[in-house]
């Protein structure tokens, strides 16, 4: 049980086009949903967390107009990089949370972002 | 805010042991996680201590003292297969997980 899910595994776009990326908790609704991003030899970064039906919430020094967070449903969410940069190129990865009394979190694959 | 702070790179040979250690800084602990990430992955949950004391788990064990604001995880039996990144994770507040820049550990025969 708890398997999250990411697509696409890996994604390559030019400069200036946007990137969707899809997190799908398969068998558990996810109350919170949590993106990360981590650059090579560096460890996870949070960029947001976000709750079905609410806006997300940014951290400190991530554009919440460029990384756009979308939790329709207790099983998706959705991160799309606007307007890509080479500097945006990174390892992004989600995260879920099931029960909201429970500090675990179920990470997915992961997705290989490269903007040339 | 969090300091968290493990070793770069730990090298040991296939059947020793290991020990990474983890030290950290905040406010509103509310557990610690180790997590093991092979490169290109996500990481993977190996274990969660919020009480002081050791808590053993087939070959990987974690320890925490929170008095010191400490942790280690403890690998026996090493295998080629344990050569991964190791995560040091603490949770701040309700559900805010902050990460280690992680261990490299290189296992070799």
Redesign the interface.
């Known amino acids: 049980g708890a398997v999250v899910s990411q697509h696409p595994s890996w994604v390559i776009c030019k400069s200036g086009t946007s990137v969707k990326i899809e997190c799908r908790s398969l068998d558990f609704q996810a109350t919170t949903m949590f993106w990360y991003r981590q650059f090579p030899k560096q460890s996870l970064m949070l960029m947001a967390t976000s709750n079905e039906g609410s806006k997300a919430t940014y951290e400190q020094g991530v554009e919440k107009d460029k990384f756009l967070i979308n939790h329709a449903s207790l099983t998706l969410s959705t991160l799309t990089v606007t307007s890509a940069h080479p500097e945006d190129s990174s390892f992004y990865i989600c995260s879920a949370r099931g029960e909201a009394s429970s500090y675990e979190q179920y990470f997915g694959p992961g997705t290989r972002l490269t903007v040339t | 805010g969090q300091n968290i702070d493990q070793p770069t790179e730990m090298t040991a040979t296939e059947g020793a042991i290991v020990q990474i250690n983890c030290t950290y800084q905040t406010s509103g602990f509310?557990?610690l996680?180790w997590?093991q990430q092979h490169a290109?992955?996500?990481?993977?949950?190996l274990s969660?201590n919020v009480l002081d004391g050791l808590e053993e788990k087939g070959r990987f064990s974690s320890f925490l003292s929170r008095s010191k604001g400490y942790s280690y995880l403890l690998l026996k039996e090493l295998q080629m297969k344990d050569s991964a990144s190791y995560?040091c994770a603490v949770?701040e507040g309700d559900?805010?997980?902050?990460?280690?820049?992680?261990t490299t550990v290189t296992v070799r025969a």
Not at chain 2, 40 to 45: D, L, R, W
Not at chain 2, 95 to 102: D, E, N, R, T
């Open positions: 509310n557990g996680f997590y290109g992955e996500a990481p993977t949950f969660y995560l949770i559900y805010k997980l902050s990460f280690g820049a992680g």
